[in-house]
């Protein structure tokens, strides 16, 4: 059982930053690969970015890639997501996802979610 706890949500500008955290709980952190996704009002849950247990592979959206990164410190059980030059179409409801997914980019890979976190970007 892993239980996810997201912070570092808020309201940015256009072209600021941000870092969201995902706090774990439960003993497989370290044996679990790492997800972010995001939901936007009306859309459906999309892939941001992921990060395998060993912390070397990493996977990103194309409307992500360059301006985010992902990272883990098994040693503190937290993932992170830094965010750089945020747009307004990042907006969203962020989540964190732990498990073992056969298909990284999808969300019902995932066996255990965090309730989220908001990302409001103005322009």
């Known amino acids: 059982q892993v239980q996810l706890v997201e912070s570092g949500g808020g309201l940015v500008q256009a072209g600021g930053s941000l870092r969201l955290s995902c706090a774990a709980s439960g003993r497989t952190f370290s044996s679990s690969a790492m997800g972010w996704f995001r939901q936007a009002p009306g859309k459906e849950r999309e892939f941001v970015a992921a990060i395998r247990r060993s912390a070397i592979t990493t996977y990103y959206a194309d409307s992500v890639k360059g301006r985010f990164t992902i990272s883990r410190d098994n040693a503190k059980t937290t993932v992170y997501l830094q965010m750089n030059n945020l747009k307004p179409e990042d907006t969203a409801v962020y989540y964190c996802?732990?498990?073992?997914?056969?298909?990284?980019?999808?969300?019902?890979?995932?066996?255990?979610w965090g309730q989220g976190t908001q990302v409001t970007v103005s322009s």
């Open positions: 996802a732990a498990g073992s997914p056969r298909r990284t980019i999808v969300p019902t890979d995932y066996d255990y």
